[in-house]
Nanobody
Framework: QVQLVESGGGLVQPGGSLRLSCAASGFTFSNYAMRWYRQGPGKERELVAGISSGGGTTYADSVKGRFIISRDNAKKTVYLQMNSLKPEDTAVYYC????????WGQGTQVTVSS
C-alpha cells in the first residue's frame, strides 16, 4: 500500500537548521512530483516547496534562500533542508506526492523557539 513517512522534525532555536525526510513506498516514486506543505497553528495549509519528477524546484517566497528541496529516486525519499529557521516556520510539515493522484504523509512537527 502507499506510504509516505516523514521524519526529522523537532524543536530548534531560531537561526538553527533541520532536515526533514519523507520516505515513500507503494508507488513508482520517480514518476511523482513531490511537495512539502505546512500548517501552522490557526493557519491554513500552505505549499512550502516542490520538486518535479525531472528535478525542477519551486519555493514559497517566505522560504526562498533558506530552504532546499531535493529528492533521491534510488532511496525513494524527498528531503527538505531548512536553514535560518524562524519562529514563524513553526508548523506541522506534510509530504505530498502527485502524479495521476495525490498522497499525503502523516506530518512531522517543527517548532522554532528559544
Amino acid at each position: 500500500q502507499v506510504q509516505l513517512v516523514e521524519s526529522g522534525g523537532g524543536l530548534v532555536q531560531p537561526g538553527g537548521s533541520l532536515r526533514l525526510s519523507c520516505a515513500a513506498s507503494g508507488f513508482t516514486f520517480s514518476n511523482y512530483a513531490m511537495r512539502w506543505y505546512r500548517q501552522g497553528p490557526g493557519k491554513e495549509r500552505e505549499l512550502v516547496a516542490g520538486i518535479s519528477s525531472g528535478g525542477g524546484t519551486t519555493y514559497a517566497d517566505s522560504v526562498k534562500g533558506r530552504f532546499i528541496i531535493s529528492r533521491d529516486n534510488a532511496k525513494k525519499t524527498v528531503y527538505l533542508q531548512m536553514n535560518s529557521l524562524k519562529p514563524e516556520d513553526t508548523a506541522v510539515y506534510y509530504c505530498f506526492a502527485f502524479y495521476l493522484r495525490g498522497y499525503w504523509g502523516q506530518g512531522t512537527q517543527v517548532t522554532v523557539s528559544s
